[in-house]
């Protein structure tokens, strides 16, 4: 009789079924940290003329080189501009390259490797034999002769063609992981049965294998965006990227700044930082979407 | 394996002949060639008849397939040509500056799997952990913080603590070893920070999926010290792919001395690089590749031969 009192009540853990993005959240708390600092980055760029307090080009021959204070939070640069203003805006730049070139880079990679994957034979041999002789140009090497060779092309205030120089390098590592994922698409059933159908190859290609890759796209895109702000950063150090007078993190650390930094620490301090903060919330992103989408991903 | 080495080296043969056409081609495809860079650049009026006489003394206005047969003929007997801006011979303006960034990556290199392998096991061992947390920030942060802005930090630092300035010379090792090291040794950290952080990841995630294996239970189970297990056992077999991520990161460390050689004041072959690309110095830009491409590729291929002499299981056809 008392038995039947005594047993203890048997709850189960049901798990609720959460949105996705909340999901993520709890599952991966640092890679919403780096997603919850990137939203602000991009909020900053977007409305950048209302949150730098000064004009990001406007020269002050009064306050060159001027600490960090109350007026300057981050101090001057040797021609009096604002330096927190000019990250403000740097943030716009090296989004929009960013996020363009990885876009570019790793759509084209994606395409080249779903079509190498598919086709097979000679033409998936061609193909991953020039993606060898690309990838035997380090990443850097490579972007500054096409930077070189290309010359400038600015629209709206972006230049295109260095937006093009940072997504070539990206072109074949894409390609390469893309193209793993779909040799193992290809030899689906569900392939077979397309191809029975008589569907033409684009069709197969785009509505039967890509919708399976996004996942490593996916992956592969957010983990590029922090490496092109990365080699943008590089190649505007190296007077091959963004000029001045634009606002972009690495030129920042370039030009004046390389005879001044040691006087002023704060010209070189806070953009380095900037950069550094952008590209760590999205690694910390990128690297969380992979364990939460497909852990066995390798970059 | 005798077949598979001889197929990898023919291979090699198709892949830098593609990487000489790319940059021969690239090359070509840049405005402006390096007699106008020189004599416009003056701002100085020069008749179109000398322009034509310095194309001639360089071989340029022959049609451009002569020129690429040239290039391609003169490497078969292992002549680069002469600088087009210095007229000095390619292989003594490279090598000289060859043996600094070369010494630079092998110092970067023993640092970062110094850094590397002990933090990687480390937060294997102590995996979900604060140990394992903080290594883990610690190797995402090198990837994240650009390696000329951590240069830059340390010029900084030094200059705060030590009053130290880089120099403006470069001392060769055999002439005075203690000067050369302590002047290499940070720009070899700033690049090597980001390298170690490449392989601290590498060797975390291999450690970890070692000690799942069946052989390191046995170990256990046989009562062999945990301390045993972990560097025999474990270590061994984890290396593996830390030694093809170091390998592979080798041989792009010559590239990413580009910026941070810049940042020291070295003058090796990145800043040689960014200065023959702005001068259109086609000789020197095509065997600069050349020779970029070709340590990729022979380390790419050395690293496979190390895998298979590390790993008896692993039989190349």
Same mark, same amino acid.
Do not use: C
């Given at each position: 009789?008392?038995?039947?009192e005594?047993?203890?009540?048997?709850?189960?853990k049901?798990?609720k079924?959460?949105?996705p993005?909340?999901q993520?959240?709890?599952?991966q708390?640092?890679?919403?940290?780096?997603?919850v600092f990137?939203?602000?980055?991009f909020?900053a760029g977007i409305?950048?003329e209302y949150v730098?307090?000064?004009?990001?080009?406007?020269?002050d021959?009064g306050? @060159?080189?001027?600490?960090?204070s109350?007026?300057?939070? @981050?101090g001057?640069?040797?021609f009096?501009r604002d330096?927190?203003?000019r990250?403000i805006?740097?943030a716009?730049?090296?989004?929009?390259?960013?996020?363009?070139?990885?876009?570019?880079?790793?759509g084209?990679?994606?395409?080249?490797?779903?079509?190498s994957?598919?086709?097979?034979?000679?033409?998936?041999?061609?193909?991953?034999?020039f993606?060898?002789?690309?990838?035997?140009?380090?990443?850097?090497?490579?972007?500054?002769a096409?930077?070189a060779?290309?010359?400038?092309?600015?629209?709206?205030?972006?230049d295109i063609?260095?937006?093009?120089?940072?997504?070539i390098?990206m072109?074949p590592?894409v390609?390469?992981?893309?193209?793993?994922?779909?040799?193992?698409?290809?030899?689906m059933?569900y392939?077979d049965?397309?191809r029975?159908a008589g569907?033409g190859h684009?069709?197969i290609?785009?509505?039967h294998?890509?919708p399976?890759v996004?996942a490593?796209?996916?992956? @592969?895109?957010?983990?590029?965006i922090?490496?092109?702000?990365?080699?943008?950063?590089?190649?505007?150090f190296?007077?091959?990227?963004v000029t001045?007078?634009?606002a972009a993190?690495?030129?920042m650390?370039?030009?004046t700044?390389?005879?001044?930094?040691q006087?002023?620490?704060w010209?070189?301090i806070f953009?380095g930082?900037?950069i550094?903060?952008?590209?760590?919330?999205?690694?910390l992103f990128g690297?969380?979407?992979?364990?939460?989408?497909?852990?066995?991903?390798?970059? | 394996?005798?077949r598979?080495?001889?197929?990898?080296l023919?291979?090699?043969?198709?892949?830098?002949l593609?990487?000489?056409?790319?940059?021969?081609?690239?090359?070509?495809?840049?405005?402006?060639?390096?007699?106008e860079?020189?004599?416009l650049?003056?701002?100085?009026?020069v008749?179109?008849?000398?322009?034509?006489?310095e194309?001639a003394?360089?071989?340029?206005?022959?049609?451009?397939?002569?020129?690429?047969?040239d290039?391609?003929?003169?490497i078969?007997v292992?002549?680069f040509?002469?600088?087009?801006?210095?007229?000095?011979?390619?292989w003594?303006?490279?090598?000289?500056?060859?043996?600094?960034?070369?010494?630079?990556?092998?110092?970067?290199t023993?640092?970062a799997?110094l850094?590397a392998?002990?933090?990687g096991?480390?937060?294997a061992?102590?995996?979900?952990t604060?140990?394992d947390?903080?290594?883990?920030?610690?190797?995402?942060?090198?990837?994240?913080i650009?390696?000329?802005?951590?240069?830059?930090?340390?010029?900084?630092?030094?200059?705060?603590?030590?009053?130290?300035?880089p120099?403006?010379t470069?001392?060769?090792?055999?002439?005075d070893?203690?000067?050369?090291?302590s002047?290499?040794?940070?720009?070899?950290?700033?690049v090597?920070?980001?390298?170690?952080?490449?392989?601290?990841?590498?060797?975390?995630?291999?450690?970890?999926?070692?000690?799942?294996?069946?052989y390191?239970?046995?170990?256990r189970?046989?009562g062999v010290?945990?301390?045993l297990?972990?560097?025999?056992?474990?270590m061994?077999?984890?290396?593996?792919?830390?030694?093809t991520?170091i390998g592979l990161?080798?041989?792009?460390?010559?590239?990413?001395?580009?910026?941070?050689?810049?940042?020291?004041?070295?003058?090796?072959i990145?800043?040689?690089?960014v200065?023959?690309?702005?001068?259109?110095d086609?000789?020197?830009?095509?065997?600069?590749?050349?020779?970029?491409?070709?340590f990729?590729i022979v380390?790419?291929?050395?690293?496979?031969?190390l895998?298979?002499?590390?790993?008896?299981?692993?039989?190349y056809?």
């Open positions: 009789m008392a038995i039947a005594e047993t203890p009540k048997i709850t189960y049901v798990p079924k959460r949105h993005v909340l993520f959240a709890i599952t708390p640092l890679g919403a940290a780096g997603l990137i939203i602000a980055l909020i409305f950048a730098a307090p000064y004009d990001p080009l406007e020269l021959y306050a @060159m080189l001027a600490p960090p109350w007026d300057h939070l @981050m001057t640069d040797a009096g330096v927190f203003s990250i805006y740097g716009r730049t090296a989004l929009a390259v960013g996020f363009l070139s990885s876009a570019l880079g790793s084209i990679g994606a395409v080249i490797g779903v079509v994957a598919y086709f097979g034979g000679r033409i998936d041999m061609a193909i991953q034999r993606m060898d002789i690309l990838l035997s140009f380090p990443i850097i090497v490579l972007a500054l096409v930077v060779v290309l010359g400038k092309w600015p629209i709206g205030g972006l063609n260095l937006i093009i120089a940072i997504a390098p072109i590592k390609s390469r992981v893309v193209r793993s994922a779909a040799l193992a698409i290809r030899e059933p392939v049965a397309a029975a569907y684009t069709r290609i785009f509505r294998i890509a399976n996004v490593p796209f996916l992956i @592969m895109f957010t983990a590029f922090a490496q092109a702000i990365l080699l943008e950063a590089s190649l505007s190296l007077g091959l990227g001045e007078p634009t993190w690495g030129l650390l370039s030009g700044s390389q005879e001044f930094y006087q002023a620490p010209m070189i953009p930082l900037a550094s903060l952008a590209v760590f919330a999205f690694n690297d969380s979407l992979r364990d939460w989408l497909d852990p066995k991903i390798k970059i | 394996m005798l598979y080495t001889i197929n990898r023919l291979l090699m043969v198709p892949t830098l593609g990487v000489a056409v790319l940059v021969f081609v690239l090359l070509r495809l840049m405005p402006g060639d390096i007699v860079m020189r004599y650049m003056d701002g100085g009026q008749s179109a008849e000398v322009l034509a006489q194309r003394r360089l071989g340029l206005d022959k049609p451009i397939w002569q020129q690429f047969g290039w391609m003929g003169g078969v292992g002549d040509g002469t600088s087009m801006w210095t007229g000095r011979p390619v003594d303006e490279i090598s000289s500056r060859f043996q600094l960034s070369f010494q630079v990556a092998i110092m970067a023993i640092l799997t850094i392998v002990p933090l096991t480390l937060a061992l102590f995996k979900d604060w140990i947390r903080i290594i883990q920030v610690f190797a995402i942060a090198g990837l994240a650009p390696s000329f802005w951590l240069g830059m930090l340390l010029i900084l630092g030094l200059l705060l603590f030590f009053n130290w300035i120099p403006l470069f001392t060769p090792i055999y002439v070893p203690w000067h050369n090291l002047q290499l040794i940070w720009p070899a950290l700033a090597g920070y980001r390298y170690s952080a490449v392989a601290t990841r590498m060797t975390r995630s291999t450690v970890l999926e070692v000690l799942q294996e069946d390191i239970r046995t170990a189970a046989k010290f945990e301390r297990v972990v560097s025999r056992h474990a061994r077999n984890a290396m593996l792919p830390v030694v991520v990161e080798f041989a792009f460390l010559i590239g990413g001395l580009v910026v941070t050689e810049q940042v020291f004041n070295l003058n090796g990145g800043k040689l690089f200065e023959t690309v702005t001068r259109a086609y000789t020197m830009v095509q065997a600069l590749v050349m020779l970029v491409a070709t990729f380390v790419n291929f050395l690293v496979d031969l895998y298979a002499a590390l790993d008896p299981r692993i039989r056809r």
